[in-house]
C-alpha cells in the first residue's frame, strides 16, 4: 500500500506544479509585452523623446495623467476579468483611451499632440498586426 501512495504524492505534486506553472504569465513571470507599467512607460517615453518643448509643467500634467491612467487600466483589468464578454472590454479600454487622449489633449498645443496622435497611430498599427499575427511571423 505504501508504494500506492507514493505514486499517488508524486502525482499529485506534479499536477500540482503543473497547474502552478500554467498559472503563471510569461516571459519570466511578466505578461508578454511587459506589463501596463512598461507599456505605458514605453509610450510616454516616446512622447518625451518625439516632442522635445515640452515644459515642466507639461511634464508633470503628463506624469499625472500616466500614472492615473495605469491605476486606471489596472482596476479595469481586474474588474473585467470576472467577465468574458470580449466586446464589453474592447469597448471600455476605447473609452479609456479616449479620456486619456482628451486629457492629452489638453496638456499640448496642436502641434505637440499632432506628434502624439502620430506616436498613437503607430502603435496601434503596431498593436493590431501583433494581434493579427500572435507568433511574430
Not at 506624469?63 to 471600455?92: C, H, S
Not at 483611451?97 to 498645443?109: Q, S
Amino acid at each position: 500500500m505504501q508504494p500506492l501512495l507514493k505514486i499517488l504524492f508524486h502525482v499529485f505534486v506534479l499536477v500540482i506544479s503543473l497547474t502552478s506553472a500554467n498559472a503563471q504569465p510569461g516571459r519570466g513571470g511578466r505578461p508578454p509585452g511587459g506589463g501596463l507599467e512598461e507599456m505605458l512607460s514605453r509610450e510616454k517615453q516616446a512622447l518625451y523623446e518625439q516632442v522635445t518643448d515640452l515644459s515642466e509643467d507639461q511634464k508633470l500634467l503628463l506624469d499625472g495623467i500616466y500614472e492615473e491612467f495605469a491605476v486606471t487600466l489596472k482596476e479595469t483589468f481586474e474588474e473585467m476579468r470576472q467577465t468574458n464578454d470580449r466586446e464589453a472590454r474592447r469597448e471600455k479600454m476605447r473609452a479609456l483611451r479616449k479620456e486619456k487622449d482628451g486629457l492629452i489633449a489638453d496638456v499640448l498645443n496642436e502641434e505637440q499632440y499632432a506628434t502624439y496622435t502620430s506616436l498613437a497611430s503607430r502603435r496601434g498599427r503596431r498593436s493590431r498586426e501583433d494581434n493579427s499575427n500572435p507568433n511574430g511571423q
